[in-house]
């Protein structure tokens, strides 16, 4: 058992039966009446977030998950198959529970599983994946400093914003975090 005080972001409460995963938290001493801590949770379950106040001091129960390095191999239809970099050992995982990342995870990246009692609960991609870029307007001569952006599709389906300057075939790194263009490769 923890307290709110000991509350930390990506700790795994259980919570009514649930997992809930510490997105971010705060705490707040109000000029008159007890301090509390405010906190934003996703439910390792069904990834909705949700907004909870708790009392400072009160007691909450902290969940041990292992982090696991996976390489991701394939998907067939609704299951993606995941194998473990130390043991060799294969897993597969059902789409909703990767749904969040997918439009940034092409084949042999490596990411992050947590898992619980040997069940995998969640997953965590890299903060920055390198992507080529398979199709974007073509750059125009002198746009090179001017700052704007336009639509580039990256190898994995998704639509990011890059500058004006980056071209057809590019590497460029992307912030998993954001979803958006950090610097070309």
């Known amino acids: 058992m923890a307290t709110t005080n000991d509350l930390k972001t990506g700790m795994v409460l259980e919570i009514g039966g649930n997992l809930f995963s510490v997105v971010e938290f705060q705490h707040v001493k109000p000029g008159k009446g007890g301090a509390f801590v405010r906190t934003r949770l996703k439910n390792l379950n069904t990834g ?10 009160e007691k909450v129960k902290s969940v041990r998950i ?6 991701y191999l394939y998907n067939s239809g609704d299951i993606y198959h995941f194998m473990n970099t130390e043991t060799y050992e ?15 995870m092409k084949e042999n990246i490596v990411i ?3 898992m619980r009692e040997g069940q995998p609960i969640g997953v965590e991609l890299p903060t920055f994946v390198d992507l080529e870029i398979v199709e974007t ?7 090179t400093v001017s700052g704007g952006t336009k639509p580039a599709t990256l190898e994995t389906g998704k639509v990011i914003q890059v500058p004006l300057f980056v071209e057809q075939g590019t590497t460029v790194r992307v912030d998993t975090r954001t979803g958006g263009y ?4």
């Open 48 to 57: 909705r977030v949700i907004d909870k106040t708790f009392n400072a001091g």
């Open 182 to 185: 950090v610097s070309r490769v």
């Open 137 to 143: 307007a073509p750059g125009v001569k002198g746009d």
């Open 112 to 114: 992050t599983v947590q």
């Open 90 to 104: 294969q897993i597969g995982m059902a789409k909703a529970m990767v749904n969040d990342i997918t439009p940034l």
């Open 66 to 71: 292992d982090q696991v390095k996976m390489q």
